[in-house]
């Protein structure tokens, strides 16, 4: 059964660095697209890094660029997502997703499978 376990989230100042991991069971990383998603409460959910299949192509929201990196460990089955330099407004609870095709995507509903989340909080 395919299942995507996400790790890694806590409560961290403003200008701090979390590391989120998202393991994969039942399928391969490599040959599926991966994406980040956050969701704050009273809005919508909102895809913040992307990474193709094979190749690895990456792609950011413009709010994050710079600051967040995404990358998978083939080895491991698992993606991460290294997010630096975190302000308040980054305070979310976020999934990682994994969809059948190659390309990277920033819409939830082209996503066939679904980690249950993992709270980051960025607050003094």
């Known amino acids: 059964q395919a299942q995507l376990v996400e790790s890694g989230g806590g409560l961290v100042q403003p200008g701090g660095s979390l590391r989120l991991s998202c393991a994969a069971s039942?399928?391969?990383?490599?040959?599926?697209?991966i994406g980040w998603f956050r969701q704050a409460p009273g809005k919508e959910r909102e895809g913040v890094a992307c990474?193709?299949?094979?190749?690895?192509?990456?792609n950011y929201i413009d709010s994050v660029k710079g600051r967040f990196t995404i990358s998978r460990d083939n080895a491991k089955n698992t993606v991460f997502l290294q997010m630096n330099n975190l302000k308040p407004e980054d305070t979310a609870e976020y999934y990682c997703?994994?969809?059948?095709?190659?390309?990277?995507?920033?819409?939830?509903?082209?996503?066939?499978?679904w980690g249950q989340g993992t709270q980051v909080t960025v607050s003094s």
């Open positions: 990474i193709s299949s094979y190749g690895g192509i990456t």
């Open positions: 997703a994994a969809r059948r095709g190659p390309g990277c995507q920033f819409t939830a509903a082209l996503y066939n499978y």
């Open positions: 039942g399928f391969t990383l490599q040959f599926v697209a």
